[in-house]
């Protein structure tokens, strides 16, 4: 039973356009998401992240969006660049059961045309 | 210099050998993870520890034991490897003191294991 689902494999953008990334939950005691980028022979790096108490969350080309009531949250890369090539995974925690294990998506592999 | 490091960085192994893997870290951070990625899949929580005598089970325990020797090393054990433990595995902390710090997760740059 997977809990977090990136449901696109793989997107494929122009560089200086919008890159939009999705990803749905089935849990609803989430309460907080993270956006991890990861390189190839690389370790996930953090990106950004959004708690339930808000609705967006922007942290300069990257912004988050979280709509709770459909359990569904996206990243947007805005202007996208040939850097930001990468898969990207989504991750959920549900804090307040005191593990804070993540839950992850099995990613997204995001390519960026020059 | 990494914050967060792990040795080896790749290891080929044969089937029922004993292997560890090692993480450290110098971000003074209370919480280590032990995670593992399988091809085209998302990661998955081996085991977890808040701090050196705390340690509990992940989702995928079965065949994995650990250590952790300080708060900032903590040792993933394959006591008897097999290979369906061909994978990714990566380490990672986190801060339980700042607000919300204790999900955000800082990970490792990975070890590739192959078991043969």
């Known amino acids: 039973d997977q809990q977090v689902k990136q449901n696109s494999p793989s997107l494929s953008v122009q560089e200086g356009r919008i890159s939009i990334l999705n990803c749905d939950y089935t849990?609803?005691?989430?309460?907080?998401f993270l956006w991890y980028k990861k390189y190839p022979a690389e370790g996930p790096t953090f990106l950004i992240s959004?708690?339930?108490?808000?609705d967006k969350n922007e942290d300069g080309r990257f912004t988050v969006f979280l709509n709770k009531s459909a359990k569904h949250l996206s990243l947007h890369i805005v202007p996208s660049q040939p850097g930001d090539s990468a898969v990207y995974f989504c991750a959920a925690s549900e804090s307040g059961a005191g593990s804070y294990q993540l839950t992850f998506g099995k990613g997204t592999k995001l390519s960026v045309i020059p | 210099d990494a914050d967060v490091t792990q040795t080896p960085r790749n290891r080929i192994t044969k089937t029922g050998k004993r292997i560890m893997l090692e993480c450290s870290q110098t971000?003074?951070?209370?919480?280590m993870y032990w995670y593992r990625q399988d091809p085209g899949l998302g990661l998955q929580l081996i085991y977890y520890?808040?701090?050196?005598?705390?340690?509990n089970k992940g989702e995928i325990s079965d065949g994995y034991s650990v250590s952790r020797q300080a708060q900032a090393k903590f040792s993933l054990s394959l006591e008897s490897a097999i290979p369906n433990q061909t994978a990714l595995y990566f380490c990672?902390?986190?801060?339980?003191?700042?607000?919300?710090?204790?999900?955000?997760?800082?990970f490792g740059p990975g070890t590739r294991l192959t078991v043969l």
């Open positions: 520890s808040f701090d050196v005598k705390d340690i």
């Open positions: 959004i708690s339930s108490i808000k």
């Open positions: 849990n609803s005691m989430f309460d907080y």
């Open positions: 971000k003074g951070h209370d919480r």
């Open positions: 990672a902390t986190s801060d339980s003191s700042l607000a919300g710090g204790a999900d955000t997760q800082y």
